[in-house]
């Protein structure tokens, strides 16, 4: 069965142009830490013109105490649909940054309510939030009041000993109240002592039902699911009916679309539903090399580009060795756009002697 067979389009396909959509419908690229940066963003538009792209969390506190908002905030207009993702607690400080986010030119202003950290937690960021659903409210409605943009919030199912599906349903009618446009629910809860981060990814079971049980009881709400989901395949099943329960609005993805890029290729034909072909490595590398270059020209260096393509070529012949070129030579301070020039000739040879060999 092809990815188009089982798939059904959102109700709301996500349209740049649709001032009405948010990222809980259609596709997403999920918030990470020390990843999504802007030349991520860049790398990834060029893959797909449709998906929701977010930045990395930023704190309320970076925002409004920092003295650096381009590195903050800073981003490319070919970026949107992109999603500023806060952290915070404080009503006043997020609606602040709400507030800078719509005017530095986000698309959305996401909530971050999902967060495990430890580092998080001592600022009353994250997952932890969970436990204050009426602060978590009060600050929807407080950005809500500040934004023309849509406000959404990405949250865990909940927090420790909570096993009770009614507290995910009290904390996402507090959020309905307040006026979300829309909830990408991460389907484990998380664990806020004793689990890593990597393992509150992995260990805590997960519960797609009670994502779709929330639609259920939301019928008017979007909702996006998130967690564990490894391909399309696997994605767009929640598009359609879950164990009787009924399909969400939106997918989001996080490691698997990092590590395998020219996996969202695909997304623009499959969650969309564009006809037009499937866009070329080779038409990627020629889109990033003017970035590149001029990324260089502004006194940047090659890694910080280079350090988001390393899967570009994942699981083809000379995957490897493009992997191992760009990481081995793109740190160098004289490294140039001739770097990555180089280590796509060395994966071409390499694809062309295995078809010569078969």
């Given at each position: 069965?092809?990815?188009?067979?089982?798939?059904?389009?959102?109700?709301?396909?996500?349209?740049?142009?649709?001032?009405?959509?948010?990222?809980?419908?259609?596709f997403?690229?999920?918030?990470?830490?020390d990843?999504?940066?802007k030349?991520?963003?860049?790398?990834?538009?060029?893959?797909?013109?449709?998906?929701?792209?977010?930045?990395?969390?930023?704190?309320?506190?970076?925002?409004?105490?920092?003295?650096?908002?381009p590195?903050?905030?800073?981003?490319?207009?070919?970026?949107?649909?992109?999603?500023?993702?806060?952290?915070?607690?404080h009503?006043?400080?997020?609606?602040?940054?709400?507030?800078?986010?719509?005017?530095?030119?986000y698309?959305?202003?996401?909530?971050?309510?999902g967060?495990?950290?430890?580092?998080?937690?001592?600022?009353?960021i994250?997952?932890?939030?969970?436990?204050?659903?009426?602060l978590?409210?009060q600050?929807?409605?407080?950005?809500?009041?500040?934004?023309?943009?849509?406000?959404t919030?990405?949250?865990?199912?909940?927090?420790?000993?909570?096993?009770?599906?009614?507290?995910l349903?009290?904390f996402?009618?507090?959020?309905?109240?307040?006026?979300v446009?829309?909830?990408?629910?991460?389907?484990?809860?998380?664990?806020?002592?004793g689990?890593?981060?990597?393992?509150?990814?992995?260990?805590?079971?997960?519960?797609?039902?009670?994502v779709?049980?929330i639609?259920?009881?939301f019928?008017?709400?979007?909702?996006?699911?998130?967690?564990?989901?490894?391909?399309?395949s696997?994605?767009?099943?929640?598009?359609?009916?879950?164990?009787?329960?009924?399909?969400?609005?939106?997918?989001?993805?996080?490691?698997?679309?990092?590590?395998?890029?020219?996996?969202?290729?695909?997304?623009?034909?499959?969650?969309?539903?564009?006809?037009?072909p499937?866009?070329?490595?080779?038409?990627?590398?020629?889109?990033?090399?003017?970035?590149?270059?001029?990324?260089?020209v502004?006194?940047?260096?090659?890694?910080?580009?280079?350090?988001?393509?390393?899967?570009?070529?994942?699981?083809?012949?000379?995957?490897?060795?493009?992997?191992r070129?760009?990481?081995?030579?793109?740190?160098k301070?004289t490294?140039g756009?001739?770097?990555?020039?180089?280590?796509?000739?060395?994966?071409?040879?390499?694809?062309?002697?295995?078809?010569?060999?078969?």
């Amino acid at each position: 069965m092809t990815h188009q067979a089982l798939l059904k389009i959102p109700k709301n396909a996500v349209n740049k142009n649709l001032t009405h959509a948010n990222s809980a419908v259609g596709f997403s690229v999920a918030p990470m830490l020390d990843w999504t940066d802007k030349h991520c963003r860049f790398f990834h538009r060029q893959l797909s013109n449709q998906a929701w792209l977010y930045s990395e969390m930023v704190t309320t506190g970076a925002i409004i105490y920092g003295d650096n908002l381009p590195r903050f905030l800073g981003h490319n207009d070919c970026e949107a649909p992109v999603v500023l993702q806060l952290g915070g607690s404080h009503s006043k400080d997020l609606a602040t940054c709400a507030a800078l986010g719509e005017e530095w030119g986000y698309s959305e202003i996401n909530l971050n309510v999902g967060c495990p950290s430890d580092r998080v937690q001592n600022n009353m960021i994250g997952a932890c939030l969970l436990g204050h659903p009426e602060l978590v409210a009060q600050n929807v409605a407080a950005m809500k009041a500040k934004v023309s943009i849509p406000v959404t919030v990405k949250t865990r199912i909940g927090i420790d000993e909570q096993e009770d599906f009614q507290i995910l349903r009290n904390f996402v009618a507090g959020l309905v109240k307040a006026g979300v446009d829309g909830v990408i629910i991460h389907a484990r809860k998380a664990w806020l002592q004793g689990l890593s981060p990597k393992e509150n990814r992995e260990v805590p079971p997960l519960k797609y039902d009670w994502v779709h049980r929330i639609k259920a009881e939301f019928p008017d709400l979007d909702i996006a699911i998130n967690g564990g989901l490894k391909t399309h395949s696997q994605a767009v099943e929640h598009y359609n009916e879950y164990q009787s329960l009924p399909a969400v609005d939106g997918v989001m993805l996080g490691r698997t679309a990092y590590e395998q890029p020219y996996s969202l290729a695909e997304v623009d034909q499959l969650y969309y539903g564009e006809d037009k072909p499937i866009i070329t490595r080779d038409q990627v590398l020629d889109n990033m090399y003017p970035y590149i270059e001029q990324h260089l020209v502004n006194g940047g260096k090659l890694i910080q580009v280079t350090r988001h393509m390393l899967g570009l070529f994942h699981g083809l012949p000379g995957g490897r060795i493009w992997r191992r070129h760009l990481s081995e030579n793109a740190f160098k301070a004289t490294a140039g756009v001739n770097v990555v020039e180089e280590a796509y000739k060395m994966v071409s040879q390499e694809i062309k002697r295995m078809e010569d060999r078969t």
